[in-house]
């Protein structure tokens, strides 16, 4: 009998991807926690169960996340999965007040390391037996409203998260026909830490967003980890080269609250 799939899974201590985490591993999948806070990592997949792994992992470091994925596979056998949700927070300020340095750390973790882990992941899975329809593995990216719409004052998270959908893209057509699926999801205003961490800073009204949000609240972490599992699962295997909004429809809303 085959051992349950493997899935890795970025920023995956806290938040959504921790959320996502347990999800997976609720699913019966091997669950790869990497995350920069390599003790958090630890302890995490401890609490997941002695099936699962934590990873200490910087995505915006090329040698990090070679030697974590080299890690994971040397733990797994496989990599049948990969979920990249690693990000931060940025410098929220008009452009001109904003910095060179903040605006490049911040693609170099959410843009760049999307790009290093699936680079490293997909070098893996292109030498994996296929399954009967041709499958050899699934990765999915992490987008945002913002992917879409403009934001002011955040330049860096709209580069980042406009670039993820369109390398998501460039990525599904030159793997599809080698058997590996790249999608995007495109999550809302969620309920986490970060989002906490903003409003605390003045930059969010979760009052607010709730109300011009058609669904009337903010997203919670589980209802998008549920939406990433659905595009790694055998269920989307027709898939890829798409972005799931999981938004509560606040991306394509374009009236006034008053009509």
């Known amino acids: 009998m085959s051992s349950p799939a493997a899935i890795l899974i970025t ?126 593995g699934a990765i999915v990216n992490t987008g945002s409203i913002a992917s879409f719409v403009g934001i002011p004052a955040r330049n860096a998270y709209s580069a980042a998260k406009a670039g993820i959908l369109g390398m998501t893209r460039a990525m599904a057509v030159e793997w599809g026909n080698q058997g590996i699926r790249v999608n995007a999801i495109a999550p809302g205003y969620v309920t986490t830490a970060l989002t906490l961490a903003l409003q605390d800073k003045g930059a969010l009204d979760m009052q607010a967003i709730a109300r011009r949000t058609p669904l009337g609240r903010l997203g919670e972490p589980e209802e998008i980890a549920a939406a990433a599992a659905f595009l790694v699962s055998p269920a989307a295997s027709y898939i890829t080269g798409t972005t799931l909004s999981v938004d509560g429809g606040w991306a394509v809303k374009g009236t006034p609250d008053a009509l």
């Open 11 to 136: 920023g995956a201590a806290q938040g959504i991807g921790w959320a996502t985490a347990r999800h997976m591993a609720d699913s019966g999948w091997r669950v790869g926690i990497l995350d920069l806070d390599a003790a958090q990592a630890s302890q995490c997949a401890a609490e997941l169960g002695p099936a699962h792994l934590g990873l200490g992992c910087d995505v915006s470091q090329e040698d990090s996340v070679r030697d974590a994925v080299a890690a994971a596979i040397a733990h797994f056998g496989r990599i049948h999965a990969l979920i990249n949700n690693a990000g931060i927070g940025e410098q929220v300020a008009p452009t001109l007040e904003q910095s060179a340095a903040g605006f490049n750390h911040l693609l170099s973790i959410h843009l760049g390391g999307a790009f290093l882990m699936s680079q490293a992941v997909a070098a893996h899975m292109l030498h994996q037996q296929a399954d009967a329809r041709g499958n050899r």
